[in-house]
């Protein structure tokens, strides 16, 4: 059940023909415009068709336009591939495919290619006009020589020009063609894919792009040395492409929530790019507020008057929108707040990954507020987490609070199309009479549930208020009062706790090392963990989906193993830092949280390098804990 | 459906709605206070107008006023200081059955919720707009507020502020797709209801600034006020407020001033004297709640159907 994260080509040598495969990266560079991505996620839409496991992330330029043949220009995609489930970017690519010889430094530098790399590049620049550009080449084939890259120089243009006047303008499907060869793909599904990818294009681009697939195809068959083949059993349920942000926008509309109403932040804005372009054929619609703090406002008033709304934000916006959640808590209001999670503190690193807001949403609001969190660790969930989350929200009266991130948000992982049901939808909005007798807080003493009179309803009228309050929501500044409200929010995510099961240990029940993660690491952590375990360590993860409230039995778990860390995306002290004490360290997020509720004295694995884990560092923590 | 489009359904009321019915509790504000006024006013017009309280929400920020929702039997939302537009626009946006009303102070409205303000001035969305404008804050007892004049002796500037006033009327004339300025003050009563009924009954965003004694802080403000009529001066037109003709004969002076001339009315508003009455209106200004209300009422199965045509675009 897994993709090693060693790959079979290891060395410098050149591979023979063709061979067998658990897994490969590969990766097209370019610079922006080349159609790099159009290109990479044909080819995974391609191979999850043949049964492949796949996960694709784009390469994306920090600036809009920025000068061709540049680092900062590197634009393009990685393409993951398995025999089974893949669910991360995986370590270094295996291959790479390279439009000029300076786009792969951008690369270079986030350590993206390795030792015995297979470098796919253009020719072309070998002979052009420039003497610059001529040397520039030269120096670099040299250098990624010394690197240890196997480079294969290849004629993309040239070739190309024999099909097309204009090489531009379709020069990524030649080298799709090349890809499908070298992975052995059926040239009859990629054509249809082609066809796919450009339905909406006169027939003559789409015949001359076919053309240009067949072209690459033949080539790599007459010119190259190697061919992979990845064995999957082919897939034949019906599949959706898509990344996180994406599948968040269809869990919006597949929940019935009728409003969005959003302040634009990066990472978490694509969500509702997708959303606006049709959440108005579902009756629904994508609100623009002027600023963080009105766009959460907006939802609390639509969720007030009866329809649940959801607000997207990432970590400064989330900053901002404090206040409001305050209010949500206390009010008890319904509202779904996802939070796409990205590099902090402050502004930080906008475009990458993090899992740091975690401590922020539990505890950034002051006084007790009580809420439910929960964390998307695939693609899949970040579509069915939001249904759950609007559920949760008006069965518990309760903010709820998704969390994603950059990693999740950008990736792009093929899964069974879901068959949309009809409960996931939010009913009519209650207007029957209310029983005056009842108050808004009529708390149930056993779980601090209450119904909520919404606006319209005869006999319900009340002022919701953030100050105090009591059962008939008067304000009060009675001692025991706010005691005993406080409790009755709070006992809800207790009520809403016996409603979950304990989660599943990945590997053996009990052992030395017990890794625990939560979001986007899942894919990356399991997968270490598995080869790990096929090298003789007694090691199994377990991944948090609920962290407020916690999933039950995890004090049992842990108690099984010898020693506990978590895997985060977020901050710790190294103990081997300068004045780093067991005693003064600050722990990552998940650790401080775990500690304090289990008194396990729970150890962390983390970093803040704005990269998605690599299963590759995982394995190396696990092989120096178990001494493997 | 749903209860949703009153367009469709003849909304004949079960009772007649007393004065009775639309008052809770007694008003905590201190005695003197002209927020009382406002709520005798507005409880008038509740009555005036039938509207059923479960169908009427009052939102309000944090201040003195904003306690306002409090003493209203109906729905309300008393939420965060300088929150209340976002709220309020929320609640009407996918909510075009209810009557909304907004209450805010001069410090929840002119400072802390001065972004939200001119954004919901810009929306237009249909709601009935209060401020309380005492030039002061009262509840944290005595501060400068930002409509406070130059030179206001308060706990924040003991020996007096230091900046000249944020002007509300002037502001609100300044942003696009304004549709309803008005004044009135608290101790008009017939010209205060007047002015509110009209505000209620424009469709779009009604901004009515209340003049608002704070006798309890601003004294002498307040005394200078109610003591030198002289100083007020009524706008009329036939398009304008149209009190009650006891109120018109309370004002010393008269200036004719046609609603529909957003020069003129944004040169009175900056003008030394006070007038009292409709600034300004215009009853074709986009309104944002049309769009917000236009896709209402999908059955699940017009929903269902939305997302598989869009899930075809992802399946490969």
Not at chain 1, 354 to 367: F, K, N
Request: net charge negative; charged share 20%.
């Amino acid at each position: 059940m897994k993709n090693t994260t060693e790959q079979l080509v290891g060395s410098v040598q050149r591979p023979a023909k063709r061979k067998t495969l658990r897994g490969h990266i590969v990766e097209i560079v370019s610079d922006s415009g080349e159609g790099a991505q159009k290109a990479g996620q044909t080819f995974g839409a391609i191979s999850a068709k043949m049964g492949n496991g796949v996960w694709t992330v784009e390469i994306i330029p920090a600036d809009i336009q920025p000068p061709a043949r540049t680092k900062e220009s590197a634009s393009g995609i990685r393409i993951r591939l398995g025999s089974n489930i893949v669910t991360n970017a995986g370590n270094e690519a295996d291959l790479v495919v390279a439009f000029n010889e300076v786009v792969p430094y951008a690369r270079i530098e986030q350590k993206a290619f390795r030792e015995g790399t297979l470098f796919l590049i253009e020719s072309k620049w070998a002979e052009d006009k420039s003497e610059s550009i001529r040397n520039s080449y030269a120096k670099a084939i040299d250098d990624f020589r010394q690197r240890g890259y196997v480079i294969y120089e290849i004629p993309m243009e040239k070739e190309c020009l024999k099909w097309v006047a204009n090489p531009k303008q379709g020069k990524n499907m030649w080298v799709l063609g090349l890809l499908c060869n070298i992975y052995q793909r059926e040239l009859e599904l990629a054509s249809s894919q082609v066809k796919h990818t450009f339905r909406k294009k006169s027939q003559a681009v789409v015949d001359s792009n076919l053309k240009l697939l067949n072209a690459g195809y033949e080539w790599a068959e007459e010119n190259l040395d190697f061919q992979f083949e990845i064995p999957s059993p082919k897939m034949e349920q019906e599949l959706v492409v898509m990344n996180g942000n994406e599948a968040l926008s269809f869990g919006v509309v597949a929940a019935g929530i009728e409003l969005c109403s959003m302040y634009p932040i990066t990472p978490a804005t694509s969500t509702t790019h997708h959303l606006a372009e049709y959440i108005e054929n579902a009756g629904g619609i994508v609100h623009q507020a002027e600023d963080e703090i009105a766009a959460i406002g907006f939802a609390i008033g639509s969720a007030y008057a009866g329809k649940t709304a959801v607000t997207i934000t990432s970590g400064p916006g989330l900053a901002l929108k404090t206040e409001f959640i305050g209010l949500a808590v206390m009010a008890e209001v319904p509202l779904v707040i996802i939070d796409v999670q990205r590099g902090g503190p402050s502004t930080g690193l906008p475009t990458k990954v993090e899992q740091s807001d975690l401590l922020a949403v539990l505890y950034g609001q002051p006084g007790d507020t009580p809420k439910v969190v929960l964390a998307a660790s695939t693609i899949e969930e970040c579509f069915q987490f939001v249904i759950l989350a609007r559920k949760i929200a008006e069965a518990f009266r309760t903010p709820v609070i998704l969390l994603s991130d950059a990693n999740l948000g950008t990736g792009v992982q093929p899964f069974p199309r879901p068959t949309i049901q009809p409960d996931w939808f939010s009913g009519p909005i209650d207007q029957s009479p209310w029983k005056e007798s009842v108050g808004p807080y009529a708390w149930d003493k056993q779980t601090g549930l209450s119904r909520r009179p919404i606006p319209g309803q005869p006999g319900g009228e009340y002022t919701l208020t953030g100050l105090a309050h009591s059962e008939a929501g008067k304000v009060t500044y009675e001692p025991e009062l706010n005691q005993h409200s406080s409790a009755m929010r709070s006992r809800k995510l207790a009520a809403f706790g016996r409603t979950l099961k304990p989660p599943v240990v990945h590997g053996d029940q009990e052992g030395d090392l017990l890794l625990v993660g939560w979001g986007s690491t899942r894919g990356a952590i399991e997968e270490a963990v598995d080869e790990a375990r096929e090298l003789g360590g007694k090691v199994s993860s377990v991944h948090l989906r609920f962290l407020s409230p916690m999933e039950p039995g995890l004090k049992d778990i842990f108690q099984r193993f010898k020693k506990v860390k978590t895997v985060e995306l977020n901050y710790s002290d190294d103990l081997n830092d300068p004045l780093i004490t067991p005693e003064n360290r600050r722990y990552a997020q998940l650790a401080w949280l775990l500690r304090a509720s289990t008194l396990v004295d729970i150890d962390c694995f983390s970093n803040v390098q704005g990269q998605p884990m690599r299963p590759g560092r995982i394995l190396q923590m696990i092989s120096k804990e178990l001494n493997l | 459906m749903f209860g949703l489009n009153t367009e469709c359904v003849l909304d004949i009321p079960q009772k007649y709605f007393t004065l009775n019915d639309y008052e809770k509790g007694n008003a905590r504000w201190c005695p003197g206070c002209g927020d009382h006024a406002v709520l005798s006013s507005v409880q008038k017009l509740c009555r005036d107008k039938q509207l059923p309280p479960e169908k009427t929400v009052f939102v309000s920020g944090i201040g003195c006023s904003s306690r306002f929702p409090h003493y209203m039997d109906t729905y309300g939302f008393h939420g965060l200081h300088g929150r209340a537009f976002p709220v309020a626009s929320g609640v009407k946006f996918r909510r075009p059955d209810l009557n909304v009303f907004v209450i805010t102070g001069d410090g929840d409205c002119c400072s802390i919720g001065a972004g939200a303000w001119l954004h919901a001035i810009r929306y237009n969305i249909n709601l009935t707009v209060l401020l309380f404008d005492n030039q002061i804050y009262g509840m944290t007892k005595k501060q400068t507020s930002p409509t406070s004049r130059m030179g206001t002796v308060s706990n924040t500037h003991p020996h007096g502020s230091v900046l000249p006033p944020v002007n509300p009327l002037q502001t609100t004339l300044g942003v696009s797709n304004v549709s309803f300025v008005a004044q009135t003050a608290d101790w008009i009563p017939g010209h205060l209801y007047a002015t509110i009924k009209a505000g209620f009954e424009h469709q779009g965003f009604s901004f009515i600034k209340i003049m608002v004694r704070c006798t309890k802080f601003m004294g002498d403000l307040a005394n200078e006020m109610t003591s030198h009529r002289e100083r007020l001066f009524m706008l009329s037109h036939e398009n304008g407020i149209q009190p009650d003709e006891a109120t018109t004969r309370l004002f010393s002076h008269q200036v004719a001033h046609d609603p529909s001339d957003i020069g003129k009315a944004r040169e009175l508003s900056e003008s030394d004297d006070i007038h009292l009455g409709l600034f300004y209106q215009n009853k074709n200004a986009l309104r944002y709640d049309e769009y917000g209300a236009h896709n209402l009422g999908f059955t699940v199965e017009q929903k269902m159907a939305a997302v598989n045509a869009e899930l075809d675009r992802y399946a490969v």
